[in-house]
């Protein structure tokens, strides 16, 4: 069980919206920015989202995060079946001084 | 173009050990953090360690601490794992990855393809 706490599945049509949770605490989200990675079948994870809210260079302006308190999402808007992937948020743990990684979100687009 | 590339994983029987490397290419290794991160089979990704741009700062994850140590060398453009006292539960995909410069701990912005480490007997 994952200290970072996400829905470990989420579905939605093409052009929908779908938001993933992430869930952590006081020492975790509530004291460090949250980042989003997207994992697609078969390769290494990838930066979406970094500093909360923040797209790297090449990631689409479909894909936006956000945070409030000890809780961050991510919201992917026109959805597109090439979105199908698994989805981390991340955080640092200032108790573990560690990074935590929440369980995943498997995404299907339907 | 940043490249990061690991090499060194195989099948290791329990209790054994095993080094893996991840050279750098394409930016200044000396300018960042760079952390191991790992995935169980069909699992998610965990975090095992960090290490500071000189060296002279390391984590690890509980589950790791007294058996793996993370190291660089920066004039070989090089990241190393030591895992010693391997277990079952070490068996992973293991990722070189590298910290975002000026972005939170969390932030890793460049991923190698990642090494299979098979711990069994």
């Known amino acids: 069980q994952s200290i970072l706490t996400q829905p470990p599945s989420a579905s939605g049509t093409p052009g929908q919206r779908v938001t993933i949770s992430c869930s952590g605490s006081s020492s975790n989200i509530g004291a460090n920015t949250v980042n989003w990675y997207q994992q697609l079948p078969g390769t290494a994870p990838k930066l979406l989202i970094y500093?909360?809210?923040q797209r790297p260079s090449g990631v689409p302006d479909r894909f936006s995060g956000s945070k409030s308190g000890t809780s961050a999402s991510l919201a992917i808007s026109g959805l597109q079946s090439g979105d199908e992937a698994d989805y981390y948020c991340a955080a640092w743990d200032d108790s573990l001084k560690g990074v935590l990684f929440g369980g995943g979100t498997k995404l299907t687009v339907l | 173009e940043v490249q990061l590339v690991e090499s060194g994983g195989g099948l290791v029987q329990p209790g054994g050990s095993l080094r893996l490397s991840c050279v750098a290419s394409g930016f200044t290794l000396s300018n960042h953090w760079m952390s191991w991160v790992r995935q169980a089979p069909g699992r998610g990704l965990e975090w095992v360690a960090n290490i500071k741009q000189d060296g002279s700062e390391k984590y690890y994850v509980d589950a790791v601490k007294g058996r793996f140590t993370i190291s660089r060398d920066n004039a070989e453009n090089s990241l190393s794992l030591q895992m010693d006292g391997l277990r079952a539960e070490d068996t992973a995909v293991y990722y070189c990855a590298r910290r975002r410069a000026g972005s939170s701990w969390s932030s890793f912005d460049s991923w190698g393809q990642g090494t299979l480490v098979t711990v069994s007997s």
């Open positions: 500093n909360n809210n």
